[in-house]
């Protein structure tokens, strides 16, 4: 994905946070039952489903195909753009011949060390009350931050949990597309090299909980186009803080100038050139600040979701039902899983000119992860559907995890009749994750500060 930004009057490509997939073919392990340190996490999280010799997955027998002409009997399961979708009221609609076939349920325990750090530091943490209107908290120190939501402040404290979200503290996608789609059917591709590192709160094993030398940053998102030849080297690298209130901050580097800028992180609403996401919409579902978010609960849902998906390996759209680049039965079985629903918007004093009139966002109890999103203009009329699937792989000494960086993103934009897909990695390309990474990944200072965007092309 990239953007286009301006600054110091000249015009480049910033390419920006995307999700990641593996189809590197590294296991993905075997599915497991969720074990009762999981299930103290996240206590609602649905009944796992051993094996296919289950009857049903949480209401939907086994083997059941949702069609065209069956799905009003599954609406239930469906988030709201889904069924959007099925209706065929919009321009994106379901192709004719969908077929969603349904499996068992499986949850994978969250990481031992993650769960120790949810037990150890959760009931310490506070929620604090700034003079904006908006929320945050003290004491996080790692592991899930509210691992049973309730009131009051339900709805932000599971936004804070998607934020702070299991993930692994180094992915690595050597070969990543992201490719549009325009009403006309006309269809662009690039490709980006990634970097994401988490540097504050680690649980994984043999990984410091801090990074030496990084300071008081959390996350740093680093990305640089490979493909097309005319935009290689565009780079770019994202900062967030472990102060929830600091705003990001996005450094580019300029082939031209052969050296990187800063670039205002203040402008959340500009959609990247070519594709259907604002600075917002990354992330893996979500990338706004925490602190300017006020976030209503909607209550629990069960909903379709793909994960422990085998996603295509070929070229886009090779694997995707066109034209709406729905995912094709060989990306595996829908499971019915457990979700929170929560409805997240701008704080009033934060609100002028931003883009979205509400986020929803459909949360996987059992990982935390984003399964889909319904995005709603300034009038609260629908703007956006996003399509999250999950591909599930072994991280080395903690095992099979569904949030891993690894998914395939899709967004549908129904007022400007354009759509988004991001396959990572694609081609058979690797990707990496902790230990599994060529040690190169690791310097700190190449991949997570501005100065380390002024070593590519040296």
């Known amino acids: 994905m990239k953007m286009i930004a301006i600054a110091a009057g000249l015009l480049f490509f910033i390419p920006l946070a995307r999700p990641v997939l593996a189809q590197d073919?590294?296991?993905?392990?075997?599915?497991?039952?969720?074990?009762?340190?999981?299930?103290?996490?996240a206590a609602s999280a649905p009944a796992p489903a051993a094996d296919s010799s289950d009857k049903t997955a949480a209401g939907i027998p086994v083997g059941t195909t949702i069609t065209t002409q069956n799905?009003?009997?599954?609406?239930?399961?469906?988030?709201?753009?889904?069924?959007?979708?099925?209706q065929g009221e919009y321009?994106?609609?379901?192709?004719?011949?969908?077929?969603?076939?349904?499996g068992p349920t499986i949850i994978h325990p969250l990481p031992r060390n993650y769960v120790a750090a949810t037990e150890k530091y959760a009931s310490q943490i506070r929620i604090v009350d700034l003079p904006t209107g908006g929320l945050s908290m003290q004491g996080y120190q790692g592991g899930m931050p509210f691992p049973n939501p309730a009131e009051p402040h339900r709805g932000w404290k599971i936004l804070a949990d998607v934020w702070y979200r299991y993930l692994p503290h180094l992915i690595v996608d050597t070969y990543g597309t992201s490719c549009s789609q325009n009403n006309l059917?006309?269809?662009?591709?690039?490709?980006?090299?990634?970097?994401?590192?988490?540097?504050?709160?680690n649980t994984d094993p043999g990984i410091p909980a801090t990074i030496p030398g990084a300071g008081d940053t959390f996350s740093t998102e680093w990305f640089m186009t490979v493909e097309p030849e005319n935009e290689r080297y565009n780079a770019s690298v994202v900062i967030s803080y472990t102060d929830l209130a600091k705003p990001q901050a996005v450094y580019a580097f300029i082939p031209s100038?052969?050296?990187?800028?800063?670039?205002?992180?203040?402008?959340?609403c500009s959609q990247y050139s070519g594709t259907d996401y604002t600075s917002d919409d990354y992330r893996?579902?979500?990338n706004a600040n925490l602190t300017q978010m006020q976030v209503t609960d909607l209550g629990d849902k069960k909903i379709l979701a793909l994960v422990d998906a085998d996603l295509p390996t070929g070229a886009f759209p090779d694997g995707f039902d066109m034209p709406l680049g729905w995912p094709k039965p060989s990306w595996g079985k829908w499971q019915v899983r457990d979700a929170y629903v929560i409805s997240a918007s701008k704080v009033p004093s934060q609100a002028e000119g931003y883009c979205y009139g509400?986020?929803?966002?459909?949360?996987?109890?059992?990982?935390?992860g984003v399964l889909w999103l319904d995005l709603y203009d300034t009038e609260m009329h629908y703007w956006k559907f996003g399509g999250f699937v999950l591909k599930t792989i072994d991280v080395p000494g903690v095992g099979p995890v569904n949030c891993n960086g690894a998914a395939v993103e899709m967004m549908w934009d129904m007022h400007n009749q354009h759509a988004s897909f991001f396959s990572d990695p694609a081609l058979n390309h690797s990707l990496y994750v902790n230990q599994q990474a060529p040690a190169e990944f690791n310097d700190l200072t190449r991949f997570s500060?501005?100065?380390g965007l002024n070593q590519i092309m040296q």
Request: one cysteine or more.
């Open 25 to 41: 073919g590294s296991s993905a392990g075997k599915p497991v039952v969720s074990s009762s340190a999981a299930t103290a996490v």
């Open 91 to 102: 321009y994106w609609k379901m192709p004719a011949d969908v077929q969603m076939t349904i």
């Open 71 to 86: 799905w009003r009997d599954y609406q239930q399961y469906m988030p709201a753009g889904m069924i959007g979708l099925f």
């Open 358 to 368: 509400k986020r929803v966002m459909y949360v996987d109890k059992a990982s935390g």
């Open 185 to 201: 059917g006309n269809i662009s591709c690039s490709a980006d090299e990634l970097v994401l590192k988490q540097l504050s709160f």
């Open 284 to 286: 893996y579902g979500f």
């Open 449 to 451: 500060t501005a100065s």
């Open 257 to 268: 100038l052969r050296r990187s800028q800063p670039v205002s992180s203040s402008a959340r």
